[in-house]
């Protein structure tokens, strides 16, 4: 029986691409008496309809190398987070939020600071930068109407299964559109009142690139809970901590009143940036009490 990768799910339908083509799929019974659901992404095995050569039916999952619950998507290998560096606003907590959810799963990461045009004297972009730079993480800026990094944000999803992560009216449909020509994702106004881009992605996909690399796109969404971080592994999840955690006076140091903290001090001392920081400790208050049966 083939194989192939479900790049598309609607409506209890899924859509595989497998060497002969797309082939339009049912998920068989034994999936929900396991209460297992095929996702996007997923490489499956199929029996093809003997009546139809383009429909047939999902018979096995085969192992999942990663899982997203938000956007509910299988075998993502890289996380593009993507925010504007104006309309909207930049939220760099919800940014470092996902940048936790990707650090979570081990997922490659790349940030991409997106709109650089409405930045005229690149001040705002390089605060931006250096904030996720400094923190150890592969930066790109872009802009889609100058077109500026374009070209090394599409080298950079080569070969890769990348989804994109952003609020809505940072551009990411717009990215996609501009890395590859073929695609024509709708793209949405920013309201003026609110500064929030109207919801143009309605379902998971995984769209294909010429260069041989997928990308998800996925409905733009503001906010999800980091279900299953706990907080005393949250300070892993911080790349820039990592030098200074075995340097702190205390085991089971929290990293947020304690003296002695090597990373308070590294803090104090403009080793690490005081919003990552923040987004820290709001993490970590949050997370410490959840109880464990919760999560």
């Known amino acids: 029986m083939p194989e192939g990768t479900i790049i598309k799910g609607i409506g209890g339908f899924?859509?595989?691409?497998?060497?002969?083509?797309?082939?339009?799929?049912?998920?068989?019974?034994?999936?929900?008496?396991?209460e297992t659901i095929p996702l996007v992404g997923d490489r499956v095995v199929i029996k093809i309809s003997e009546l139809d050569p383009f429909t047939g039916s999902v018979v096995q999952i085969l192992p999942r190398?990663?899982?997203?619950?938000?956007?509910?998507?299988?075998?993502?290998?890289?996380?593009?987070?993507?925010?504007?560096?104006?309309?909207?606003?930049?939220?760099?907590?919800?940014?470092?939020?996902?940048?936790?959810?990707?650090?979570?799963k081990r997922l490659?990461?790349?940030?991409?600071?997106?709109?650089?045009?409405?930045?005229?004297?690149?001040?705002?972009?390089?605060?931006?930068?250096?904030?996720?730079?400094?923190?150890?993480?592969?930066?790109?800026g872009t802009s889609c109407k100058t077109r500026e990094g374009i070209a090394e944000l599409r080298n950079l999803l080569k070969n890769k299964i990348t989804a994109f992560a952003g609020v809505s009216g940072v551009g990411k449909s717009s990215l996609l559109n501009a890395i590859d020509s073929r695609f024509t994702l709708q793209t949405g106004d920013i309201s003026k009142k609110i500064e929030r881009g109207k919801h143009t992605t309605r379902h998971v996909e995984l769209l294909e690139l010429e260069n041989e690399g997928y990308v998800v796109d996925t409905p733009g969404f503001?906010?999800?809970?980091?279900?299953?971080?706990?907080?005393?592994?949250?300070?892993?999840?911080?790349?820039?901590?990592e030098p200074y955690i075995p340097?702190?006076?205390?085991?089971?140091?929290?990293?947020?009143?304690e003296p002695g903290c090597a990373v308070l001090e590294?803090?104090?001392?403009?080793?690490?940036?005081?919003?990552?920081?923040?987004?820290?400790?709001?993490?970590?208050?949050?997370?410490?009490?959840i109880k464990e049966w919760k999560k």
């Open 14 to 34: 899924y859509y595989v691409k497998t060497d002969s083509g797309i082939i339009e799929c049912r998920a068989r019974g034994k999936f929900r008496k396991d």
């Open 65 to 104: 190398s990663t899982q997203l619950i938000r956007p509910p998507v299988a075998n993502v290998n890289q996380l593009l987070v993507v925010l504007a560096v104006r309309s909207p606003e930049p939220n760099l907590l919800l940014v470092d939020k996902f940048l936790i959810a990707a650090e979570s």
């Open 108 to 140: 490659d990461i790349i940030v991409c600071i997106n709109k650089i045009d409405l930045d005229a004297d690149k001040k705002e972009y390089m605060n931006l930068y250096n904030i996720y730079q400094s923190a150890g993480y592969r930066v790109i």
């Open 222 to 241: 503001s906010s999800f809970e980091l279900t299953e971080v706990k907080a005393t592994e949250l300070q892993y999840y911080f790349r820039e901590f």
């Open 247 to 257: 340097y702190c006076r205390f085991n089971g140091c929290s990293h947020t009143v």
């Open 266 to 289: 590294a803090l104090k001392n403009g080793d690490i940036v005081p919003s990552r920081h923040q987004s820290y400790v709001q993490f970590y208050n949050r997370l410490k009490d």
